[in-house]
């Protein structure tokens, strides 16, 4: 039977500032997700944390975009946010761009990533969460996971995946999508999802079978807002195993902390540090950014996990690293590279700064 997995996020209030999430608001979270699962709406559920972002992982039989499971997870941040404003919590509510659910949480503020699947004898999954980033970060491990066999063994030696998976690719900015082929397009595709900004991989499907392979958010806040209302935070589910990436595979692109926009304010690059759900806090310069990756065996839609994977001693190294890479972006301050260019801070105060001086602009 299908099935599907969403995963549908918001942050509706930080504790303290913007570095973590009140137990109470999380609590929220799972008291209403067993609330669905017993009414028989979800199969099984899950609420997690990143950082001041609210996860909820939910299986079903509803297939994607319904709008029974959208609505859940409307009325279930707003049933947080009610929590966080009681507590004085920061930015109470600030994903929750529209005053009513319309009918799909797309366009209202909170991110989305859903699976629809027909469960194989062993389906293992792998669920990222990200904080203080931005949709399109996934675009590189993406890459490293189904198109770079330097990470991905497999592409080389299995033949469920040598003959190479497609990219559904959207461009942010004038609304549109396109799929890319690799290997044979791989150059192709580079030209656009190296420029994460605009253009984020939302979809990679493998060619042997046409199953999706992995899902991303690509929902863009300042879009929707139309001005700066915090970071994305995207969330992405990707399947490992059989005609997919191993799960080894999977996690081995963020043994490098990749650099992506987001830090404080939003309006900074920095490293993309891998941690555990312990240090899913981030408090430096409110980073540096994070991501968490729960892994989870899906039995008859039950969520038997998760699996704590970055809390290994094995990407100690890429902290470390991630560490580095921020003292030294650190020392440029209010300079590029560390700040985003200007062009990419468009909902920030810089136009307003730059509409007061315009009239003291002179000709060389």
Not at 5 to 21: P, Q, T, W
Not at 47 to 58: R, V, Y
Not at 269 to 297: C, E, I, K, N, S
């Amino acid at each position: 039977m299908p099935q599907t997995l969403s995963v549908i996020k918001a942050d509706i209030g930080g504790y303290v500032g913007h570095s973590a999430m009140h137990p109470e608001v999380l609590d929220t979270g799972r008291e209403e997700l067993a609330k669905a699962v017993q009414s028989g709406l979800l199969i099984d559920a899950q609420a997690q944390a990143c950082g001041d972002d609210l996860f909820l992982i939910m299986s079903h039989d509803h297939g994607a975009d319904d709008e029974a499971v959208h609505r859940f997870a409307w009325d279930t941040f707003l049933a947080g946010t009610e929590v966080a404003k009681r507590l004085h919590l920061y930015g109470a509510g600030q994903d929750l761009l529209t005053d009513a659910f319309s009918g799909n949480i797309r366009g209202a503020g909170p991110g989305s990533a859903e699976l629809e699947l027909e469960e194989r004898p062993s389906e293992p999954v792998i669920v990222f969460m990200g904080d203080k980033t931005s949709s399109g970060s996934f675009n590189l491990p993406f890459y490293k996971m189904f198109a770079d066999p330097f990470n991905t063994a497999g592409l080389v030696i299995s033949e469920s995946l040598h003959a190479g998976f497609s990219f559904e690719v959207h461009d942010l900015k004038d609304h549109r999508k396109i799929m890319f082929n690799t290997p044979e397009e791989l150059y192709d595709l580079l030209v656009f999802i190296g420029s994460p900004g605009r253009y984020a991989v939302k979809r990679v499907v493998t060619r042997s079978s046409g199953e999706v392979a992995a899902v991303s958010s690509t929902d863009k806040l300042s879009m929707i807002a139309g001005r700066y209302v915090g970071k994305d935070d995207p969330t992405a589910i990707v399947r490992c195993q059989g005609n997919f990436p191993a799960v080894g595979e999977v996690l081995e692109p963020f043994t490098t902390p990749y650099i992506v926009e987001g830090f404080m304010r939003g309006s900074h690059y920095g490293p993309w540090m891998p941690v555990g759900l312990a240090q899913a806090h981030p408090t430096r310069f409110d980073g540096p950014p994070r991501v968490v990756a729960l892994g989870f065996q899906l039995a008859d839609g039950k969520l038997v996990g998760p699996r704590d994977f970055f809390e290994d001693v094995s990407f100690d190294n890429a902290r470390r690293e991630a560490n580095d890479v921020a003292d030294f972006l650190r020392k440029h301050g209010p300079f590029e590279p560390h700040r985003m260019p200007l062009d990419e801070m468009e909902y920030t105060t810089m136009p307003a700064v730059a509409a007061k001086m315009a009239s003291r602009w002179s000709e060389l």
